[in-house]
């Protein structure tokens, strides 16, 4: 066994040194005032300076002019961030004399030996590990093929603005519909190019109104909207389905994407995540069940859909090759004479077992099963031959059918509409269509084409239930209207309160300046219509006059007009 033979200094000296020299972390040594006094091998590497150059230059100015403010502190006063042991480290971006920018951590040590005080510094290249970390987040956060933010970061910021700021907000759920045909016809390399296209073309819509675009991942999307202005999401979500109407070219070939949403609103729809997560998704499943392409937004009747959903669908188609669905007319007045200017005309639904329904019992179930444009043509059909026999007894009055704006998108919506005319020989000016600001906010941007077309037919446009919507005056501007109804609930109040009779006034005068009619709905007392009068309300509806009737009430009305009511 051979002695052990202790070290000498200057041997350990030498281990030291050639150890430092060659050690991967780059190590340096200051004076008291923090000018080089030796730099390593690596540190030569790292800042790009040899070390006959450093040496007697104060420290950083291998780099004086590109040092970030934070480095330019830590430098200015290292010898102060010491801690009592002489200590300090610290983790930071540092550029180098190729403007690399390295990430690394830094520590500081005073080593005083005799009388003098000095500073070794060792910087270690943590550029790998910073890398792996944001890569590790990124595939954590965003999906790999769009590089959207993914479902975890789409709920927690969904989340966030809920609790922070209680603002109003729209959550959608989008999907690509016949998206396995798609990966099936083109292959999943394609289709991935044309998701990531889709999301290009989304992103440069530069939507302002949006606060998140996220990608779940295949052809699953969710997007955030603050909800501050209704008019500006109603457009983005316009445009939004527009641009997808584009066809995408893939390979010189045009591609038609079709997109299904879903929509709930807080705090309409619920105040959890969860819920209103859940509910878009119902929604969303409505719409992709219901041929997707379209735009569904979340309502009760969704439930009762889930439920019994086919049986309800299976009972509205019969009721409607059944004829059970009827028009019930009631009268719209000039309020001053008591004349019958024209009547609404409102659907009942005689149901086999339960009686005569009202259509809040079923006409949510309509438009959700898309039935909307069937009942309209049984009641436009019905309509017409009401008018036919008005007018054999020498009757000119008009007659107003409500419609959903989803009727108009129907391809049939207008050849039906020129034959029903032409069938039964009555003037496009003796229908009224009337249209409520709920089913205007959800439709496309096509609508205003639509009910454009509409008038350039003849027919004269009513704007429904004025005034409870979101965006009432925008839809003034934009749509063509002739006749605007003002709300029943603005009605109720008009006797007693103030504000809903300036509201009323405000409404009249607005229509006069727009060149358009104003009609009261729900008068229910001699005093509203007396005020209504007064205030220049020219036509008006509601149960004081008469309630919706049958047909043959309503003939017997025309006959007895005016009404010998003891306003006259
Ligand atoms: P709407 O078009 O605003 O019709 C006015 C509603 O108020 C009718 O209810 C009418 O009966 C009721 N009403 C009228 N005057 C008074 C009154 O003085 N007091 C009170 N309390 N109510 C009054 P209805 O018939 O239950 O219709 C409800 C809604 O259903 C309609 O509102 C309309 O939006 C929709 N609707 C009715 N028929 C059809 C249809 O054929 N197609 C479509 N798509 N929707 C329809
Ligand atoms: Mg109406
Ligand atoms: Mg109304």
New binding site residues.
């Given amino acids: 066994m051979s002695t052990f033979v202790p070290i000498s200094s200057p041997i350990k000296q030498r281990i030291l040194s050639e150890l430092c020299e060659r050690f991967e972390d780059a190590v340096f040594i200051l004076d008291a005032k923090l000018r080089y006094m030796s730099v390593n091998a690596a540190y030569e590497v790292m800042i790009g300076y040899k070390e006959p150059y450093l040496i007697g230059r104060p420290l950083g100015i291998y780099a004086a002019e590109f040092l970030s403010e934070q480095e330019q502190t830590i430098i200015n006063d290292i010898s102060n961030r010491l801690d009592e042991n002489g200590f300090y480290e610290n983790s930071f971006a540092l550029t180098n004399r190729y403007s690399q920018i390295i990430n690394c951590h830094i520590s500081y040590r005073r080593i005083s030996i005799d009388e003098g005080v000095y500073y070794v510094g060792m910087l270690r290249d943590i550029s790998s590990i910073v890398k792996g970390r944001q890569q590790v987040a990124h595939l954590l956060n965003y999906n790999q093929l769009t590089g959207l933010p993914n479902r975890k970061v789409f709920l927690s910021q969904t989340n966030d603005v809920l609790m922070d700021t209680f603002q109003e907000v729209v959550i959608i759920r989008a999907n690509i519909d016949r998206y396995r045909i798609l990966v099936n016809n083109l292959g999943q390399d394609n289709v991935d190019t044309l998701i990531k296209k889709f999301v290009t073309r989304i992103n440069s819509l530069e939507l302002k109104q949006l606060l998140c675009f996220s990608h779940f991942g295949g052809d699953d999307f969710g997007l955030l909207f603050e909800f501050s202005d209704a008019n500006m999401v109603r457009h983005e979500l316009d445009s939004f389905m527009h641009i997808c109407e584009q066809p995408f070219v893939l390979n010189n070939t045009s591609i038609y994407l079709q997109i299904s949403v879903g929509v709930s609103f807080y705090p309409k729809d619920g105040h959890q995540l969860s819920s209103l997560l859940n509910k878009a998704e119902k929604a969303l499943h409505y719409a992709k069940k219901h041929g997707g392409d379209d735009i569904c937004w979340y309502n009760d009747a969704l439930e009762q859909e889930s439920v019994d959903s086919l049986q309800l669908e299976a009972e509205l188609r019969n009721a409607i090759s059944a004829k059970q ?1 009827v ?2 007319y ?1 009268p719209k007045v000039a309020l001053d004479t008591g004349m019958i200017t024209g009547f ?5 639904w005689h149901h086999p077992m339960r009686g005569l329904l ?3 019992d079923f ?1 949510d179930a ?2 959700n099963h898309k039935l ?1 444009f069937d ?2 043509c049984q ?1 436009a059909c019905q309509i017409a031959e009401q008018l036919v026999i008005w007018q054999e007894m020498g009757f000119t009055q008009h007659v107003c ?4 704006a989803a ?1 108009f998108s129907n391809p049939e919506f207008f050849g039906f509409i020129s034959r029903l005319f032409y069938k039964h020989s009555i003037h496009p000016s003796q229908l009224h269509i ?1 249209v ?1 600001e709920s ?1 205007l906010m959800m439709r496309h941007a096509s609508v205003e084409q639509q009910l454009n077309a509409i008038k350039k037919l003849g027919i004269c446009l009513s704007l ?2 004025f005034g409870t919507g979101y965006a009432s005056l925008s839809y003034l501007q934009e749509y063509p209207f002739d006749f605007i ?1 003002i ?2 609930s603005f009605i109720d109040k008009i006797v007693d309160n103030r504000t809903q009779s300036a509201i009323v006034k405000a409404i009249l005068d607005l229509a006069v300046a727009l060149d358009m009619s104003a009609i009261a ?4 007392t001699k005093e509203q219509r007396d005020l209504l009068l007064e205030m220049g309300c020219d036509y008006g ?4 006059f008469e ?2 009737v049958p047909a043959d009430i309503a003939t017997q009305m025309l006959i007895n007009s005016p009404f010998s009511k003891e306003f006259l």
């Fill in positions: 669905f028009p019930y009631q609404e005309a409102l659907v009942r009202q259509p809040k006409i309509i438009i909307s009942l309209f009641m059918i409500n419609a959903d009727e009337e409520t089913s429904d239930d109804k709300d029943k709905e729900g008068i229910e509806q509601g149960y004081w309630r919706p």
